[in-house]
């Protein structure tokens, strides 16, 4: 049985529609991230789960329950905001405490259980400051005290480390999935930030439009996007996509980069089998399959870099092949300079992909 | 000294000129403070002269503490100074948390079309004069016409007097104040709500707190630094009671109740032209007033860590 099953799930605001119709369906313990732009309808969906917006259409279930209907303190949920929604006036234990006491639980048991969580925290020597005397680190650490007091079947996070700056953000990554480990709940994590995603994630759920665009583990969807979304969105720097029309040389597809020169790069065979003759494709070629010291022999194409970024142990090359921008990730060589006089580029087609221009979808048979 | 004194000027003569258009902007309030606050305190002097409108303020001979001691002497005075901390204090403690509760029941009204009509309906009466309320309040009471004695009369009572008999007039007087104002007054605590942050409640939701659990453990504390701030300007204004109203309603035979001590310096000063006595017993009133806001502040900031200045 899944620990929480999302079925046709549709919101609307009057009118507009949100949320399109998803279907998701998470294991116990699985810690599943929902990740995408702005807008995409993630958030919206992991409020409809804590019960805080209403559900215009489908279900949401929990632990084999249809919650539609049931109030969020009954749903057994616990939920971390964004902004951690710690109560101004209550230190941090009456904080973490807070969830225990409207439930009227018994003194000692409160007690017993703040005590815990504040030992996994490493909150114990901050039970009894206001959390306007505590770091952002420190109170996104009480609101999950006051989450995992409650022992809940389901812990939802509406991007709980946007706040924190870049440093404590990936120290937080980690602690969450310390705990995560530890308490061995399922976890739904909405974040638009796709590194926090990959590395969070058992699954990850690309959200865009209110639609859902992919669904698998961090590796799968880095490495088989269904289509150009996914392809854009995931990785850092993302895939760079390319205008191209296949043409069938010999019984060999190659796709023809769009502009003057006709420079082309072989399709590899798990893409070229539902190729056709003439069709409009976008090659995607992540960053790192572009080579800066490829054998003569290998496929390669002529292009102008406009600018070098150096990232210490490696540099980002901005540059164009005919008019269509990409961005190229190389290991940083003795001098840097010389990366700006490259005029060829290797690309290992191997790792190529290539999507279908019009519907935006991968040519490969997906499993 | 001298070169503090002078550093301290030039800095001002900086901030003047790099600021002057937000000094024009102040200007105006400073101005209404000098000429209708700051300039009538130098009539205070006559509270310690023999005061004679044809020799005027300054030919005035003085006469020290000699008004204060008439005033403690006079039975009329220290009844109306004990009268205006009574109804005050009531007023206090009946009158001040009503804002509060009005606020917290709209805060939970749920149609917004209903939440409208409650509200505008409960901030129309501080539109009206005071005049014409008192006006209503007499006739509402009327032994005669008024609604509450034909009620009284309904149900076989007899009709009650209302207006000239003393142990009733606080009863009026702050019900009616409550009626006209608590609506108005609970849009400082509706603003307070409205800065409450959302998550706050959807966090408790999610916890599993109920409607009442939230406005008790959320709502409320997090309003009270505001709840603070009004007890203290009220706490400052104990010893103040509107007098346009009192004058509006009492009348000789309620005096014993309801003559304070601005109606007081009223009678002594205009209507009796004691004008010195008169001034004694506001500049009293004042130093009380002062006095009570001070300590008020004080203990809120010690208690709460919340205070006006």
């Known amino acids: 049985m899944s620990a929480v099953e999302i079925n046709d799930v549709v919101k609307r605001y009057g009118a507009l529609e949100v949320v399109h119709g998803i279907n998701l369906s998470i294991q116990p313990k699985e810690f599943v991230v929902l990740v995408g732009p702005s807008g995409c309808g993630k958030s919206t969906t992991l409020r409809m789960v804590a019960g805080l917006e209403d559900i215009s259409g489908g279900t949401v279930s929990i632990g084999g329950r249809t919650v539609n209907k049931v109030a969020p303190k009954d749903r057994d949920v616990a939920m971390v905001f964004q902004n951690y929604a710690l109560y101004p006036h209550l230190d941090v234990a009456e904080n973490i405490a807070f969830g225990l006491r409207v439930r009227r639980e018994k003194k000692d048991v409160v007690n017993k259980a703040v005590a815990e969580a504040a030992h996994i925290l490493g909150l114990t020597d901050y039970l009894k400051r206001k959390p306007a005397d505590l770091s952002g680190g420190q109170r996104q650490r009480v609101a999950m005290g006051r989450a995992i007091v409650r022992k809940p079947k389901v812990f939802l996070f509406d991007e709980p480390l946007s706040n924190l700056d870049a440093k404590l953000r990936t120290h937080m990554r980690a602690e969450i999935k310390l705990l995560h480990r530890r308490m061995e709940a399922t976890s739904i994590y909405v974040t638009h930030d796709q ?48 205008d191209a029309t296949v043409s069938m040389v010999d019984g060999k597809a190659r796709g023809v980069i769009a502009g003057a020169a006709g420079q082309s790069l072989a399709i590899p065979e798990a893409f070229a089998r539902n190729a056709t003759d003439g069709q409009a494709v976008k090659l995607g070629i992540r960053p790192e399959a572009m080579l800066v010291n490829a054998d003569a022999s290998a496929e390669a194409v002529d292009c102008v870099i406009d600018l070098v970024e150096p990232l210490g142990a490696e540099a980002l090359l901005h540059g164009r092949i005919d008019d269509h921008t990409f961005i190229a990730k190389a290991e940083t060589l003795s001098a840097i300079h010389d990366l700006a006089d490259i005029r060829r580029l290797g690309i290992d087609t191997s790792r190529m992909h290539v999507f279908d221009a019009e519907t935006g979808r991968t040519l490969k048979t997906l499993a | 000294m001298d070169n503090r004194i002078r550093e301290y000027l030039r800095t001002l003569g900086e901030d003047l000129r790099r600021d002057w258009q937000l000094y024009l902007l102040l200007a105006p309030m400073v101005l209404w403070f000098a000429v209708f606050l700051y300039k009538p305190m130098d009539g205070l002097q006559i509270a310690f002269k023999d005061f004679s409108i044809f020799r005027g303020v300054a030919a005035s001979p003085w006469v020290g503490f000699a008004h204060f001691q008439e005033l403690f002497n006079n039975g009329l005075f220290i009844r109306a ?41 409960v901030y129309l009466p501080h539109f009206i004069s005071v005049v014409i309320v008192a006006g209503i309040v007499i006739n509402f009471l009327s032994p005669s016409t008024g609604v509450i004695n034909i009620l009284l009369k309904w149900v076989g009572l007899e009709p009650i007097y209302f207006l000239t008999q003393p142990e009733w007039f606080r009863t009026i007087f702050i019900g009616s104040s409550v ?11 509706l603003a307070a709500i409205a800065g409450v942050s959302p998550t706050l409640y959807e966090s408790a939701r999610v916890d599993g707190a109920s409607r009442f659990q939230m406005m008790w453990r959320i709502t409320l504390p997090c309003i009270l630094p505001t709840i603070i701030i009004m007890l203290i300007i009220r706490i400052g204004n104990l010893v103040e ?43 009293f009133n004042a130093v009380i007033a002062f006095v009570l806001v001070y300590s008020a502040n004080r203990i809120s900031r010690k208690l709460s860590s919340t205070s006006l200045w």
């Open chain 2, 81 to 121: 100074f004990f009268n205006t901390i009574i109804i005050s204090s009531i007023g206090l403690i009946f009158a001040f948390p009503v804002p509060i509760i009005l606020a917290l029941m709209f805060n939970e009204v749920q149609s917004a079309v209903a939440r409208r009509w409650a509200q505008t309906v």
């Open chain 1, 195 to 242: 590194v926090e995603a990959m590395t969070l994630a058992d699954r990850i759920v690309i959200m865009n439009n209110g639609h859902i665009e992919q669904v698998g583990s961090p590796m799968d969807v880095f490495l088989e996007p269904a289509n150009t979304f996914v392809a854009s969105f995931i990785g850092s720097p993302p895939m760079n996509l390319i």
């Open chain 2, 179 to 189: 009626w006209k104002e608590a609506g108005f007054e609970s849009i400082v605590y």
């Open chain 2, 241 to 283: 009671v509107g007098f346009e109203y009192i004058i509006l309603l009492y009348q000789p035979s309620t005096y014993e109740t309801a003559d304070v001590v601005s109606t007081f310096i009223y009678r002594t000063g205009l209507q009796g032209t004691q004008y010195d006595l008169a001034t004694a017993a506001g500049l």
